[in-house]
């Protein structure tokens, strides 16, 4: 069997997932709507078919993930301290959008199982620090654990994380401290640290580590978050240059081709976008993540988009990040 990828790629995408209105510091609830924008008008957007059939999580799989208080605060807004616990606020209509948006992660990997051959996109990010109970970091749910538990549960399938947003993702191992299974759905959880080479280094480590559960079929899906905020010019950020982030990308995306190759079969891949914070000049943030896609698109399916991101430094009279950093 052929260990080829198409060359278009599906995006998981309906307005639902956008949050009604920005509250707070973090652009991220409305990120998938500014990027989908944002891809259309570079070389990219041409390639892009949009998988919109998919429904909002239910509360039965929220509190897959969430103890039953933090459930009941999320959807009602009772108690508002424990419901705005991300940072992002609270209303319905917020709410709604996250369950759309966590619906939007379950069916990505969903379809990746399903069509191996598709690099599967979900434009959103904000699921990698909310804790079993509460939300944390501008990550109101744990969509991460959410989707890993259902395609481990439904489809026999455990997925590997490889989380290269600047801040620990600990939505998962704290996860896994009251729902063991979780360890089975997600026994990988990639976190690259330092800065410069010592983070590219630290990332390969945790690469050798996926392609051997892959080829030795301990784990069957891939995803990736790649956050902006590990660029060096993203208010929250700094761990690499932006010849480094994108190393980072190709990195990643050819170990993956690399066991698709080892294994003759494409490789199940989702890739997302975790965090990203220029509120000086977000068009930076979506460049990234636009060349990020590119360079898989160019990696798995040899199928070169040309494209460069323009990301510009730190405004001179930005004088940094206004929240508290969600290390």
Not at 74 to 81: H, I
Request: a neutral charge.
């Amino acid at each position: 069997m052929s260990a080829a990828y198409e060359p278009r790629i599906t995006v998981v995408f309906r307005p639902e997932i956008v949050a009604p209105l920005r509250r707070g510091y973090s652009r991220s609830p409305c990120k998938p709507a500014l990027w989908m924008e944002h891809v259309r008008q570079t070389p990219l957007g041409e390639h892009l078919d949009t998988l919109a059939d998919f429904e909002p999580i239910t509360t039965a799989l929220l509190a897959s993930a969430h103890t039953r208080d933090y459930v009941s605060a999320f959807l009602t807004g009772k108690p508002r301290g424990l419901a705005e616990s991300s940072g992002n606020g609270w209303s319905a209509g917020y709410r709604d959008s996250v369950l759309a948006k966590v619906g939007a992660l379950l069916a990505a990997t969903q379809h990746a199982v399903t069509r191996p051959e598709r690099i599967v996109v979900c434009p959103t990010s904000g699921d990698h620090h909310a804790q079993p109970s509460r939300g944390g970091g501008f990550c109101p749910i744990a969509g991460q654990v959410i989707a890993g538990l259902e395609l481990f549960r439904t489809r026999g399938i455990a997925t590997a994380w490889i989380d290269t947003d600047e801040h620990y993702g600990n939505a998962i191992p704290d996860a896994a401290a009251v729902c063991p299974e979780v360890g089975q759905a997600i026994p990988l959880n990639i976190n690259p640290s330092g800065s410069g080479a010592a983070y590219l280094a630290s990332l390969d480590q945790g690469l050798s580590r996926v392609e051997h559960a892959l080829v030795t079929g301990s784990v069957g899906l891939v995803c990736v978050g790649h956050g902006a905020d590990s660029h060096e010019w993203d208010a929250l950020g700094g761990s690499v240059t932006t010849a480094q982030w994108l190393e980072t990308a190709r990195r990643t995306y050819a170990m993956v081709a690399r066991a698709s190759r080892r294994l003759q079969r494409p490789v199940p891949i989702v890739t997302s976008f975790f965090g990203g914070y220029r509120d000086d000049d977000y068009a930076s943030v979506l460049d990234l993540h636009v060349a990020d896609v590119a360079i898989a698109r160019d990696v798995l399916a040899q199928a070169r988009t040309p494209f460069t991101p323009t990301v510009s430094p730190p405004h001179p009279d930005t004088s940094g990040a206004t929240a508290v950093h969600p290390r």
